[in-house]
């Protein structure tokens, strides 16, 4: 089974009219961190994560991540403050120390320091009735200052989402291996039309929701929080891994992005890397 093991820059660029998404990835056949999303079963469910998809980040948070990702760092209200007491104990407890490498960075977003635990809180939020399309596991790996993801299983953090993808493999069309413009291998793929549809409205929303959380960080706190506002984000997930979660910067794209120019996933991929990628994504 295909999986991707390496995860992306964080870059986004026009190339030939798609947007292109820069991906660190590497693609392989069997490799002992496959993995799918772990989704708490009713009988119904699709299989989570099982293809390319693409989620309102902010809108099917669950669990502690949902609140802390409403606030800047440093800048919590109470209740959340007390959620990331909880969270940091959790992670004490997993025997993965705040301070250690970039625990803190994950810490922060409201990742779950183990599998186990992120599906406890599955469990939990589908029996609430806060899931309404089921409540689904998704691991990240932890970025550096440079945007870069870093690999390995100590630097990775489990999110809770509800399942409910705004596009998913049903909407990609003609994924195809090919070349960029400076000779490197890329994969490239487009939208159906109720495809272009639905990333328009996705990325169109979020630029509002940024807009909005922009102006409000700068009444709730200070001017020094206000940047870390001004872009909301959509998750890319493949076989339970969060991807990338590229921004959506409400100044430039203030009515979303147009999805008739397609995607572009380039960086770090072999010829032999881009043609399994592209079948994967066929399948």
Known sequence: MLSL??????????TN??????????????????????????????????ELAFYDWSANLLGPARTLNRFSEGHYPGAAKKELRELRQRWIESGRAPSDGYNRDLIAEGAEPTRALALRIAESEQGAGGAPQGAIVLSQQAMDSNGESVPGLDNRGFFVINDDPEVDGGDIVSPTAGVGLEGEPVVT??????GETAFRALTRRIAARGQAESLAAAVR??????????????AIVFSGRILERPSVNFLEYPDGIDGRTGFQIQGGLTKAQARSLATALSD
Not at 189 to 194: A, C, D, L, P, V
Not at 221 to 234: A, G, H, K, M
């Open 5 to 14: 093991i390496a995860w992306p820059k964080m870059a986004k660029r026009r």
């Open 17 to 50: 009219g798609l947007l292109a998404l820069v991906l660190l990835v590497a693609v392989m056949s069997g490799c002992a961190e496959s993995e799918s999303g772990d989704q708490v079963d009713d009988g119904s469910a699709r299989n989570p994560g099982s």
């Open 189 to 194: 793929f487009g939208f159906t039309k109720r």
């Open 221 to 234: 706190c200070s001017p020094d929080c206000e940047s870390d506002n001004l872009w909301d984000t959509f």
